[in-house]
């Protein structure tokens, strides 16, 4: 990928712009003059920095999800919390709330339904999954949840479903507690 030529600020306005464009087509990939369009950008800007579709979908998952692993990791060291606290502002933030939480689930979204087909986008969820994984799992030891990598991921999941209701449904159909709840022992 060439994108690293493109100024800081124009790749994130391409990346911001993608966001916006599958959130407004619920995961429909956008085309190109498309993107082009709400990023303020060329086409040939665009052709020129990402090369494919693919190059530029890619840059920005990688930029929505340093956006989110950002807020997440700063949740996650917030200090005197309890592990149930921490494992509700992470999922918390995990999900569609507002419009940058709602792009970031798009883009997310999309990236999951390239990923089924591609190998090299697979090995990239597989890799952002372990980071989640990781950073609940260690909630749940902190908790002396018996298994926290099972907890762990059955947490993910639950994210992944809560995710896809707060898109359609709306947040009120999304409960929080009730899972931690169920996946908590103290």
Not at 101 to 110: I, L, P
Not at 123 to 148: M, S, V
Not at 151 to 169: F, K, N, P
């Amino acid at each position: 990928m060439r994108e690293r030529w493109i100024p800081d600020a124009r790749r994130n306005a391409v990346a911001d712009a993608v966001g916006r464009l599958l959130m407004r087509g619920h995961g429909t990939f956008p085309g190109m003059r498309e993107i082009a369009a709400e990023a303020g950008v060329t086409t040939g800007t665009l052709q020129h920095h990402f090369g494919t579709k693919d190059d530029l979908l890619l840059f920005a998952l990688e930029h929505h999800c340093r956006r989110c692993a950002d807020r997440l990791r700063a949740r996650s060291e917030e200090g005197a919390r309890s592990p149930r606290q921490t494992l509700s502002a992470i999922v918390t933030e995990l999900l569609p709330l507002d419009e940058e939480r709602a792009a970031e689930t798009s883009v997310a979204k999309a990236f999951v339904s390239r990923a089924t087909t591609d190998p090299g986008f697979a090995a990239h969820y597989r890799a952002q999954r372990k980071i989640l994984l990781d950073l609940l799992g260690e909630q749940f030891e902190r908790a002396n949840t018996p298994d926290p990598l099972a907890a762990a991921a059955i947490l993910a999941q639950a994210v992944e479903g809560m995710r896809t209701d707060c898109l359609l449904l709306g947040p009120d159909a999304v409960e929080v507690d009730a899972v931690l709840d169920r996946l908590l022992v103290a």
